[in-house]
């Protein structure tokens, strides 16, 4: 299972510059349905590419396999009469990638070429000016093995033959099935002897790999199946070049024939990370494919330790929630379509946040905030809604009305239930400039409930009433507890409004003059008949000047908020800063 313990260790190797050759950063200045410059940044050595089908996942896993010296995206993308790639000679379809060299970030251009010879030559090419590079040295491109995996494709020579090669029956032979009859036992001398079989003068096999205890280890550890012995055989006695793979487990010898597709892509996956060479640039398109959700939690415990071992940067393509549990909000990228048809990158989601756009269903596990009043709620729900659609939907908001000392009460009925909501209070209800830490209190000052009552009453400034085993009868030790629990919810879920009351956030002596101006109201004098008690008060004097009443006092207070984060300020960024710590805090 992934612990924090190893996501930190990972983020500290990081730190450390353990990790050779690790490209820093890839940006698009124009590439396929990409934003034009679309940046991702890579600051945590195994990365996540998180979206729905078709938002252009794959295709950037494939231009980061074209990074490195003798690799080219035309591997995977050329043009065809089909589906030309259709761009003018100035403004070539590129992407620029930025790795370390000393110390040093240095930055290399690949861009498509047009050559007649050559119609999808991907080239190195000299850094240019309208790319913001700097001109003065051109950079080799990095040298660094490439693994690429894509795990819907990778089919054993038994599927390939069976599901997806056409077949025609002869007088020998009248079927599929048939076909695979006469000449396994030739795959079955290829396992049993070694070695390369001819037929017909052709090689049609390459020798046997065995694989070692370690890898074998490993395998069983991720399928959670004991396996003895493991043997992989590429060859073309099913037509084309394909893989058969021979399992021996304590009970029974069976090939791929009878393996699930997920069984077979682990092995592959396993055999190749065992066999690359250290600081490897490993890149995975749905590895979760075929495999139940305890095997994909053990293939991340993995996918880390090797990270680990051998200094990989490993990046993958999934839709797989429990890849990203635990993970750190700065490796995972989403992609999302925008209104025009374009994929957008978001370079840093919270695990759960990610999952929406997956379109998974998280209501469950939504992080809830409590607010004392409605104006407060409204402008959270702004404010969320201009950090991101899926950080919105990630939280759960309530306005519990009652006041502020209710809902402090009411925290002590909340301390022992495991997924407890966080609270944004007022501005005023603020009675200490930080949260008391009883692990700074010498034990003198704490070992009471009479001792922590009095100073929780300086932190809330209001008496907490709590309830022990058998009613109000003394229980000392459970009150301690009780208390000590309060201080920590307090300390990890209590936040703060940056004024003494919402209005005075969102409050615009401009707004309010235009507002007045279009209801032409130009006899009304801001200052003395608006501006007259606090910003609570001149929301409701601003409300009856222009409609009479106070019934469109919510509205009114709605169109400040818009009005208020257009314009930006230090309290939306304190409030944004607020909500996330929260949303941190939430994804531990």
């Avoid at 003198?444 to 100073?455: G, P, V």
């Avoid at 101006?517 to 007259?532: A, M, V, Y």
């Amino acid at each position: 299972m992934v612990s924090l313990k190893e996501v930190e260790k990972l983020k500290s190797m990081k730190d450390s510059n353990v990790f050779k050759k690790h490209i820093e950063y890839i940006r698009f200045p124009l590439f396929r349905n990409l934003e034009p410059n679309t940046l991702i940044n890579f600051d945590y050595p195994i990365s996540f590419f998180v979206g729905k089908n078709g938002g252009g996942k794959s295709s950037t896993l494939q231009a980061l396999y074209g990074c490195p010296l003798n690799h080219s995206l035309s591997d995977f993308w050329f043009s065809t009469a089909i589906d030309p790639i259709n761009e003018l000679k100035n403004n070539r379809n590129c992407f620029i990638y930025g790795y370390k060299e000393d110390g040093e970030i240095i930055e290399v251009l690949k861009q498509r070429a047009q050559r007649k010879n050559k119609l999808d030559y991907w080239e190195p090419s000299r850094p240019v000016k309208k790319y913001n590079m700097d001109t003065s040295t051109r950079f080799s491109p990095i040298e660094r093995n490439v693994e690429y995996i894509d795990f819907r494709s990778e089919l054993s020579a038994f599927d390939s033959f069976m599901y997806f090669m056409p077949f025609h029956s002869s007088s020998s032979i009248n079927s599929k099935q048939d076909y695979v009859r006469r000449y396994s036992s030739r795959i079955k001398e290829a396992f049993d002897t070694g070695k390369e079989i001819k037929h017909f003068r052709t090689i049609k096999n390459k020798p046997v790999v065995k694989l070692t205890i370690s890898e074998i280890d490993s395998i069983s550890y991720v399928l959670g199946k004991k396996y003895n012995e493991i043997e992989i055989l590429d060859h073309k006695f099913l037509k084309n070049w394909g893989f058969s793979v021979r399992f021996s487990s304590p009970v029974l010898q069976y090939s791929e024939a009878f393996a699930g597709s997920g069984e077979t892509a682990i092995i592959v996956l396993i055999h190749k990370i065992h066999s690359c060479p250290k600081n490897s640039l490993v890149l995975l398109d749905e590895p979760e494919t075929s495999l139940h959700p305890g095997s994909q939690i053990r293939l991340m415990s993995y996918l880390i330790e090797q990270c680990k071992k051998k200094h990989l940067q490993i990046i993958i393509s999934t839709h797989s929630p429990f890849f990203l549990e635990k993970m750190p909000s700065n490796s995972i990228k989403v992609f999302s379509t925008n209104n025009i048809g374009m994929f957008h990158v978001e370079n840093k989601r919270e695990p759960k946040e990610a999952l929406y756009e997956l379109e998974i269903d998280i209501s469950h596990d939504k992080t809830q905030i409590l607010m004392e009043d409605s104006l407060a709620y409204n402008i959270i729900e702004r404010v969320l809604a201009k950090m991101g659609e899926d950080i919105k939907n990630s939280f759960e908001l309530k306005y519990l009305p009652g006041g502020a000392d209710s809902l402090k009460q009411r925290i002590a009925t909340l301390l022992d239930f495991e997924r407890l909501p966080y609270i944004i209070f007022d501005g005023d209800q603020k009675k200490i400039e930080h949260h008391v830490d009883l692990s700074l209190l010498p034990n003198n000052e704490i070992d009471t409930s009479i001792k922590l009552k009095t100073l929780l009453k300086t932190q809330t400034n209001c008496s907490i009433d709590f309830y022990v085993d058998g009613g109000n009868n003394d229980n000392e030790p459970q009150k301690i507890e009780l208390l000590k629990k309060y201080f920590k919810y307090y300390e990890e879920r209590v936040f703060y409004l940056p004024e003494n009351i919402p209005e005075e956030i969102i409050w615009d002596d401009d707004k309010a003059n235009e507002k007045l101006k279009s209801f032409q109201k130009k006899e009304t004098n801001l200052d003395e008949n608006i501006k007259n008690g606090d910003a609570k008060d001149y929301f409701i004097n601003l409300c009856e000047a222009l409609y009479g009443d106070r019934k469109h006092l919510e509205t009114l207070q709605i169109e400040f908020i818009i009005n208020w984060i257009n314009k930006g300020d230090n309290n939306l960024s304190f409030i944004e800063e607020a909500l996330n710590s929260i949303r941190q805090h939430a994804s531990l």
